[in-house]
């Protein structure tokens, strides 16, 4: 679903499966139903989608912030420590849809790719999480923090796809069809 050595290339899961991994994490977040966005974020940028959800859950609090609710900000997008408590401390963004696509657009065609227009921001053709989180937050432990919630995502995944999925209504008709056999098969003992 995601290598933390090349966080491009597609995550191959579905919008229901990371809706599903959101809220197994942390119930009641504000990311469960914008999945579709990450997803689609993936395929225009070439940015893992899981990755991607991992940084916004990380820098979000899982869109719960304050920068998340004023300024749609879920990636901590300008949210730079010199900035902090100051008007301008994170970029504004007119909706969470927006903020997922520019950090898509910022991560695929900006960090993994050369942008002339943006090539402090490129990795040298690195493509690991490490080399990205070094630019992208002063943190020295982003990318280990990263990889983290990436884990415990996959591993959410992975349970969503292992749960037994019951088909009620098939497995009652089963069931009643059954019953029948059984009563007729009575009714001849009873003759």
């Known amino acids: ?21 959101v809220n197994k ?10 999945t579709e966005y990450f997803l689609k974020a993936e395929k225009n940028y070439d940015i893992n989608a899981v990755i991607l959800l991992s940084i916004a859950c990380l820098e979000s609090n899982y869109g719960l912030s304050k920068l998340a609710k004023d300024k749609n900000n879920l990636f901590g997008i300008d949210a730079r420590d010199s900035l ?18 520019h950090a898509g657009h910022r991560l695929g065609m900006q960090y993994l790719k050369r942008d ?17 989180g070094k630019k992208w937050c002063s943190k020295t432990s982003w990318a280990d ?13 992975e349970d969503y796809r292992g749960r037994e999925t019951v088909d ?9 069809s059954k019953v029948k056999v059984l009563i007729k098969e009575l009714e001849n003992e009873v003759k």
């Open 1 to 21: 679903m995601f290598n933390k050595n090349n966080i491009s290339g597609l995550s191959h899961t579905t919008a229901d499966e990371l809706s599903y991994a």
């Open 84 to 101: 902090q408590g100051k008007p301008n401390f994170g970029k504004d963004f007119e909706t969470k849809e927006a903020c997922i696509d």
């Open 168 to 176: 009620y209504k098939r497995k009652y008709e089963d069931l009643k």
């Open 116 to 132: 002339s227009k943006a090539d402090w921001r490129y990795c040298d053709g690195k493509q690991d999480i490490y080399s990205v």
């Open 25 to 34: 994490l942390k119930p009641n977040n504000a990311l469960s139903n914008l």
């Open 145 to 157: 923090s990263v990889i983290s919630v990436a884990t415990r995502l996959e591993k959410a995944i």
